[in-house]
């Protein structure tokens, strides 16, 4: 059923409310209007026998006296007037013929008061007063006969006998003309008055059944709500429950009405429980809050609680509506996901632990394989032993390279693997990618080409030395699994407007479609392995994982016969050469570096050309500046040592020793231990500069540089003349 449908049958079903109760109203009004007509008919009846017995209760013919015709009327025709509407209102009470009747049996009793009292003005009220009781009934119906008894009694008697209605032997028309006019004068606001009664009745009867209705709707969604829902009075005890709460705490609403909150509450819970309450109270608004409960048998329930307190027109506190939801299938979800959690990463420590023990021994027996085998491999005299030696440094080489595998992949899958992100260069980066391979392309005749770039100065947001890992990685692959004399081709393309792709293409016999999925699975060779080509199967794996860490992917298109192509997509950045001469500029007359008054030294360790570019630019048109550099941990060490700079700049991410290893030897030595140091990395971490800033660096700076933030910490980290003359 439509939404609209529903609409329409709940304002019918309003409107057949309001009507009834309307009808409701409007019959205990003229059931107690007739109750009153009933004793205000007797009282009239019994008050005209005593008007006439006081004012006339005899008639004289000379001595001779006789009870007055008065009285005769008032006990004879006031009962025959009285007696009837009497019974009318207990045989029909509230009936439309009982009304008229009652209307002009009080009119006719005004009219025999009238005439009991020799027609005295004063008695003439009793007809306004008896309209005005008339009106009581909300039916201005009853107006009319009653206007048109006291019409034509005045009219008749007026002409017949005047004295019984006005005290006077002679009368004129128009008095009882006048007369009528004064009755229908006040018929006119009566009848106003009831118009406006019936309004305002039928006002409150639509009101009332809105409010029902409301009410109705309110107990229904109360009771079928999904959630727990209760209603706390103001003492605390609960007043309504619906079944949904009942079941959750497995009491029934009458035992809960006995009971508080608090009652059902954990007591480790309790205390929360009564700061909520004196919020409610002091506050609007609800209030939301997960708390414990406890069922009847003990068990708890976790739940979310919202409570808010019902105020009336004034504000004041009426009682508490409060909502409890059972999330107890949620926390335990959370339980044991936080269990399943711990228990990973208490597995990926043990992991990691057991991969540096197991890297440290198996390290230290490789040391000893490779050296004695290069040793053989010199000193032996025949081919034969040289050969056997050969086997046994390639098979040592290749079980070092299974072990740095493994231990990347599991670094990343740790989150222990430490990358730099910075502006590389994609020429310089596949420039050294292809001099590395070209003596294993020569040794199987696979030519290596280089596809010449679109755009010679293409940056890549990456790791440089994990790039040129991955392309190591694919590069290795082309060679070692395409037939001797074919071809590895290596490109570098525009991906749209902010990405870059790299593509490594081979010629040889592709893979077939079904293995696709699986290739880039640690330890799957897609049955290479029972060939003679070497390998782990972690190389592609490895490059996935690594790609991934850069911010980058990793796809691949092969088919059987048709070779395969591997390209890796990496972000777009801008030349940090461009940033650094356009800082330089706006820096350089500010600055005035050149104003020191003596050459200064300054070592900046870092195996990134791009940057290591990018410093001689900004600091080549300064005359009093020196710059060296070192390209290795080791090397920057020992130009510190025998040079002395005034300054060091030194990245975290070097290809031998890590930066932070290298500021603690910096630091442990006498004579390099007051160079102020400025940190240079892409690790941005708060705690990774807090540690180092404690360590001992002057400064930290995030890559890409802020040229004018490198200049400020240069000035502020490099001593000036006279503060060296003065210490």
Known sequence: MSQISIGFEREAASAERADQLFRQHQQEIYHKTDALFARLMLAQWVAGII?????????????????????????????????????????????????????????????????????????????????????????????????????????????????????????????????????????????????????????????????????????????????GMAVVGLDERFRQANAAFCTMVEYSEEELRDRTPLDLTDPEDVALSRQLASAMFETAGSHRVEKRYRRRNGEVIWSTRTGCMIRDEAGKPRHALIMVEDISERKRGEEALREAKEEADRANRAKSEFLSRMSHELRTPLNAILGFGRLLERQSASETQRNYAGHITNAGRHLLDLINEVLDISRIEAGGLQLSLEPVCVADAVAEAVDLMR?????????????????????????????????????????????????????????????????VSDNGPGIAPEKLSRLFTPFDRLGAEFSSIQGSGLGLALCRRLMIAMQGT???????????????????????LVRGAV?????????????????????????????????????????????????????????????????????????????????????????????????????????????????????????????????????VASPRPEECVAA
């Open 554 to 576: 990793i796809t691949v298109e092969s088919s059987v016969g048709g070779g395969s192509r591997f390209s890796i997509h990496l972000p777009r950045t801008e030349s940090p």
């Open 51 to 227: 008007a006439a017995l006081v004012i006339s209760p005899q008639t004289w013919n000379g001595q001779t006296s006789q009870i007055h015709i008065h009285v005769w009327a008032a006990i004879f025709l006031g009962g025959a007037i009285t007696v009837f509407p009497i019974w009318m209102t207990r045989v029909f009470p509230g009936a439309a013929i009982t009304r008229h009747v009652i209307a002009v049996a009080q009119m006719l009793m005004s009219a025999l008061l009238i005439g009991l009292s020799g027609g005295r003005i004063e008695t003439h009220f009793h007809v306004f007063g008896s309209l005005v009781i008339l009106s009581f009934y909300r039916d201005w119906r009853v107006l009319i006969p009653a206007t048109l008894v006291v019409a034509l009694d005045h009219f008749v008697r007026g002409i017949y006998w005047p004295y019984s209605v006005y005290g006077v032997l002679a009368a004129s028309p128009w008095r009882s003309i006048e007369h009528a006019a004064w009755v229908i004068f006040e018929d006119v606001f009566l009848v106003i008055s009831c118009a406006r009664s019936v309004s305002e009745m039928l006002s409150i009867a639509n009101r009332t059944a809105a409010l029902e209705v409301s009410e109705q709707n309110f107990r229904q969604i109360f009771e079928e709500a999904p959630i």
């Open 439 to 503: 003596p294993l392309a020569a040794e199987r005749q696979i030519s290596v080409e280089v596809a010449p770039s679109q755009d010679p100065v293409l940056y890549v947001l990456a790791d440089r030395q994990r790039l040129k890992q991955v392309l190591l990685n694919l590069l290795s692959n082309g060679v070692k699994y395409i037939p001797v004399g074919g071809a590895v081709g290596i490109s570098a393309t525009l991906d749209g407007a902010e990405n870059i792709r790299l593509t």
């Open 583 to 715: 800082g330089k500029r706006l820096m350089t007359d500010r600055l005035a570096l050149s104003d020191l008054g003596r050459q200064r030294t300054i070592l900046y360790i870092e195996d990134n050309l791009s940057n290591l570019t990018l410093i001689e630019e900004m600091l080549q048109e300064q005359p009093g500046i020196k710059l060296l550099t070192a390209m290795q941990g080791s090397i920057g060490l020992d130009l510190a040592r025998r040079s002395s700079p005034d300054l060091i700049l030194l990245d975290l991410h070097l290809p031998d020793l890590p930066g932070w290893e290298v500021l603690a030897q910096l630091q442990a030595s006498e004579a390099t231990r007051q160079i102020p140091i400025i940190v240079i990395s892409a690790d941005a971490t708060s705690n990774q500069i807090e540690r180092l800033m404690n360590a001992g660096a002057r400064a930290y700076l995030t890559k890409p540089l802020d040229v004018a933030e490198f200049y400020r910490a240069l000035e």
